[in-house]
């Protein structure tokens, strides 16, 4: 996979693309506390009829904050695919980008929280960057596997 970083004004986004930029566009969004390589054998099958993009999200890996699907300047995405907080990304994106998304596949993941879900999800996050292995969620990079988070 080909990395670039994309600069749209501060914004630092981290982006890897596969597969032939003049097929329709698939793009895979990780989630919390996962970084692109999550989506790696997932790219190696699509890739060979899509255009795959993966990314970093903010706080992630190698990226800042990016703002909506603009700093991608693709016109129309065949599908966006995410998990958990990944899948909240595409359901906006979806809904913010309603011509510009064609299908959104979203797993384990929901359109809003509410006060109970919030304080779940704050609970697993501490689980998870308490863990000695998480390592700011750059485990991959030390060869290990968070293994006391969730």
């Keep these: 996979m080909g990395k670039?970083?994309?600069?749209?004004?501060d914004v630092r986004l981290a982006v890897w693309t596969a597969?032939?930029?003049a097929h329709p566009t698939v793009v895979l969004v990780h989630g919390y506390p996962d970084t692109y390589v999550v989506w790696d054998e997932v790219v190696a099958v699509l890739a060979e009829d899509f255009h795959v993009v993966t990314f970093d999200n903010r706080g992630a890996g190698a990226s800042d904050c990016p703002a909506g699907i603009e700093p991608y300047r693709i016109e129309q995405l065949?599908?966006?695919?995410g998990g958990s907080l990944g899948g909240m990304q595409a359901l906006s994106w979806t809904l913010q980008y309603p011509g510009r998304v064609r299908h959104a596949v979203?797993?384990?993941s929901a359109p809003n929280l509410n006060a109970e879900n919030i304080a779940f999800n704050e609970?697993?996050?501490?689980a998870i960057v308490?863990?000695?292995d998480f390592h700011g969620g750059n485990f991959y990079a030390h060869?290990?596997?968070?293994k006391r988070g969730l």
């Design 143 to 146: 060869g290990v596997v968070p």
């Design 78 to 81: 065949a599908a966006v695919m």
């Design 123 to 126: 609970v697993a996050r501490r």
């Design 19 to 21: 597969g032939d930029p």
């Design 106 to 108: 979203v797993v384990a």
């Design 4 to 9: 670039q970083i994309v600069r749209s004004g």
């Design 130 to 132: 308490t863990d000695p």
